[in-house]
């Protein structure tokens, strides 16, 4: 099943790119009628880009990461600018698209038919819209490349007993290790995160890209994290793409408390909530035995005891508030990673980045940005986060 899905999905996704790419070759070679060496050489950079897509992701989930580790940035950072590139010219497509119609419905479609097929105008649009890609590439880039940030956050929760106020959970998610971060980067987060010295440690999906055969030396550091109330995983989507059932022993080896649908109590002087987990949301099918049962998780707890729910998709936080949870803690969305893309993740998700309440509940999801990014190794109106919460029993006051 999960050949086939991979394979499928290389399928699907190099047709897509194929088509992309010449839509960028009739933009940025065809239309501004290059001349002969610029247009060869554009011509086949964008073939060889188009190519090296498919065969990133393929070597990154079979060859040995001490090469690909090094072999996919480039590919990888193509396809941000790629999308860049796709965003605006077919923005700028679109608006002569309107300016056309209205052209037509005015009358005046001579005029405006006139300047926006001109060669001044194809040549314009293609260079302005390369400086801005690049440009904006560069900066992605460079914000992608910053250290993990600390975000502290304080969520108040109905039912907490008073003897866990000022408890702190550390959250890191989806690290995507196997693409383009390795086992050195992993020992020297597992530090960052000790540091903050929180009771709880959670990760909350999306760990790794690739075969435990391939991996699970990369991510010997994390078996570093300690936390005096325990260290506790959830699996993500690409778990599953990396073959889950094979991973879970691995993980256990580490010191992490896998929770797949189900619920452990946290105790302290006396007092305890439940810290339940669950499977992805799209689990099903991709493992046998696998697959998201919130009912399951919570079934005989008692209603009266606070509930924080793991789970990777921030859409669990719609049946979590039908269930009477009081936070979900979830990643997956990398918070849009690269502006303006993130518009298409709230498509998606019911929610992007941070700490939001689920109308007429009192259920909150807090979501985690990734604490390193998938695919492109870029941000824009994001950044690399480990989240530092702490819970309280008391509602904060608010100053007027």
Same mark, same amino acid.
């Given at each position: 099943?999960?050949?086939?899905?991979?394979?499928?999905?290389?399928?699907?996704?190099?047709?897509?790119?194929?088509?992309?790419?010449?839509?960028?070759?009739?933009?940025?070679?065809?239309?501004? /009628?290059?001349?002969?060496?610029?247009? =060869?050489?554009?011509?086949?950079?964008?073939?060889? =880009?188009?190519?090296?897509?498919?065969?990133?992701?393929?070597?990154?989930?079979?060859?040995? =990461?001490?090469?690909?580790?090094?072999?996919?940035?480039?590919?990888?950072?193509?396809?941000?600018?790629?999308?860049?590139?796709?965003?605006?010219?077919?923005?700028?497509?679109?608006?002569?698209?309107?300016?056309?119609?209205?052209?037509?419905?005015?009358? %005046? /479609?001579?005029?405006?038919?006139?300047?926006?097929?001109?060669?001044?105008?194809?040549?314009?649009?293609? !260079?302005?819209?390369?400086?801005?890609?690049?440009?904006?590439?560069?900066?992605?880039?460079?914000?992608?490349?910053?250290?993990? %940030?600390?975000?502290?956050?304080?969520?108040?929760?109905?039912?907490?007993?008073?003897?866990?106020?000022?408890?702190?959970?550390?959250? !890191?998610?989806?690290?995507?290790?196997?693409?383009?971060?390795?086992?050195?980067?992993?020992?020297?987060?597992?530090?960052?995160?000790?540091?903050?010295?929180?009771?709880?440690?959670?990760?909350?999906?999306?760990?790794?890209?690739?075969?435990?055969?391939?991996?699970?030396?990369?991510?010997?550091?994390?078996?570093?994290?300690?936390?005096?109330?325990?260290?506790?995983?959830?699996?993500?989507?690409?778990?599953?793409?990396?073959?889950?059932?094979?991973?879970?022993?691995?993980?256990?080896?580490?010191?992490?408390?896998?929770?797949?649908?189900?619920?452990?109590?946290?105790?302290?002087?006396?007092?305890?909530?439940?810290?339940?987990?669950?499977?992805?949301?799209?689990?099903?099918?991709?493992?046998?035995?696998?697959?998201?049962?919130?009912?399951?998780?919570?079934?005989?707890?008692?209603?009266?005891?606070?509930?924080?729910?793991?789970?990777?998709?921030?859409?669990?936080?719609?049946?979590?508030?039908?269930?009477?949870?009081?936070?979900?803690?979830?990643?997956?969305?990398?918070?849009?990673?690269?502006?303006?893309?993130?518009?298409?993740?709230?498509?998606?998700?019911?929610?992007?980045?941070?700490?939001?309440?689920?109308?007429?509940?009192?259920?909150?999801?807090?979501?985690?940005?990734?604490?390193?990014?998938?695919?492109?190794?870029?941000?824009?109106?994001?950044?690399?986060?480990?989240?530092?919460?702490?819970?309280?029993?008391?509602?904060?006051?608010?100053?007027?």
């Amino acid at each position: 099943m999960r050949f086939m899905f991979f394979f499928l999905w290389i399928v699907v996704g190099s047709t897509l790119l194929a088509l992309i790419h010449y839509y960028l070759w009739i933009r940025l070679v065809r239309d501004p /009628a290059l001349s002969t060496p610029w247009r =060869f050489i554009l011509t086949w950079t964008l073939v060889a =880009f188009a190519a090296s897509l498919p065969m990133a992701m393929t070597i990154s989930r079979w060859a040995p =990461f001490s090469i690909t580790q090094y072999l996919v940035w480039l590919p990888y950072v193509w396809m941000g600018t790629m999308l860049y590139f796709l965003f605006f010219l077919g923005a700028v497509d679109t608006l002569r698209g309107m300016a056309w119609v209205a052209g037509k419905i005015s009358g %005046q /479609a001579a005029l405006t038919d006139g300047f926006i097929q001109s060669l001044m105008f194809k040549r314009l649009l293609a !260079i302005g819209v390369a400086l801005i890609a690049l440009g904006l590439s560069v900066t992605s880039v460079c914000l992608g490349a910053r250290s993990e %940030q600390v975000d502290r956050i304080e969520i108040h929760l109905d039912r907490l007993p008073t003897s866990f106020d000022g408890l702190t959970i550390a959250q !890191i998610s989806d690290l995507h290790v196997g693409l383009t971060r390795a086992g050195d980067w992993i020992d020297d987060l597992a530090d960052k995160v000790n540091a903050l010295n929180a009771d709880i440690i959670v990760i909350t999906g999306d760990l790794m890209d690739g075969p435990p055969e391939r991996l699970a030396g990369e991510l010997k550091g994390l078996a570093k994290l300690k936390a005096p109330l325990g260290v506790y995983f959830v699996t993500g989507n690409h778990e599953y793409y990396s073959g889950a059932p094979e991973w879970m022993p691995e993980l256990e080896k580490l010191g992490m408390r896998v929770l797949r649908n189900e619920r452990v109590e946290i105790r302290r002087n006396g007092a305890v909530f439940d810290m339940a987990g669950i499977d992805d949301h799209n689990a099903e099918g991709m493992a046998e035995g696998h697959g998201a049962n919130l009912d399951g998780a919570l079934k005989g707890r008692d209603p009266d005891r606070e509930v924080i729910l793991l789970a990777h998709q921030p859409r669990a936080g719609l049946q979590a508030a039908k269930l009477d949870v009081g936070l979900v803690l979830s990643g997956h969305t990398h918070g849009g990673q690269i502006w303006p893309f993130s518009c298409l993740v709230r498509l998606q998700q019911p929610y992007l980045k941070g700490l939001h309440r689920i109308p007429d509940s009192r259920t909150q999801v807090y979501v985690n940005q990734g604490t390193w990014t998938w695919g492109p190794p870029m941000r824009l109106g994001s950044h690399n986060e480990i989240s530092l919460i702490t819970l309280t029993s008391a509602k904060p006051i608010v100053e007027n």
